[in-house]
């Protein structure tokens, strides 16, 4: 395939991929109709696009431009994966919360499940 053939196919790629992140890393956290699933279809496409591309090129391929894109899209792939963790995180910490309202909820000295539980093999 001819260089310039694949740089552009490469741009395309980075272009979509750099604007699934920027939206996503806008959305995420403050956004509460924002669709992770539908956004990281998206970006896994862009990847999975991306690595077939990466897979014809050989070093010292790609015009100083390109590098540079690609250098900054590594970028927004990391600030997505610092936001992502974060999300996760707070859904981690809300879901904690829930349940240890629901347990206290349920010890307020009534039978719990686990108690029935224990009858029920005895």
């Known amino acids: 395939m001819p260089k310039m053939s694949t740089e552009l196919r490469l741009h395309g790629v980075l272009d979509r991929l750099e604007g699934v992140l920027t939206d996503e890393n806008r959305k ?19 990847l999975y696009e991306l690595t077939l591309l990466s897979r014809t090129l050989r070093p010292g391929d790609l015009s100083t431009p390109a590098a540079r894109r690609m ?29 240890e309202t629901m347990q206290a909820a349920e010890a307020d000295g009534t039978y719990t499940q686990d108690q029935f539980r224990v009858r029920e093999k005895a």
Not at 30 to 39: G, K, N, W
Not at 79 to 89: F, I, Q
Request: glycine share 2%; net charge positive; proline share 2%.
């Open 28 to 46: 995420l956290g403050t956004d509460p109709e924002f669709d992770v699933r539908t956004s990281n279809v998206q970006k896994s496409r862009c």
């Open 71 to 99: 250098s900054d899209v590594r970028s927004l792939l990391v600030a997505n994966e610092t936001k992502l963790s974060a999300h996760v995180e707070a859904v981690r910490s809300v879901t904690v919360l829930i349940k």
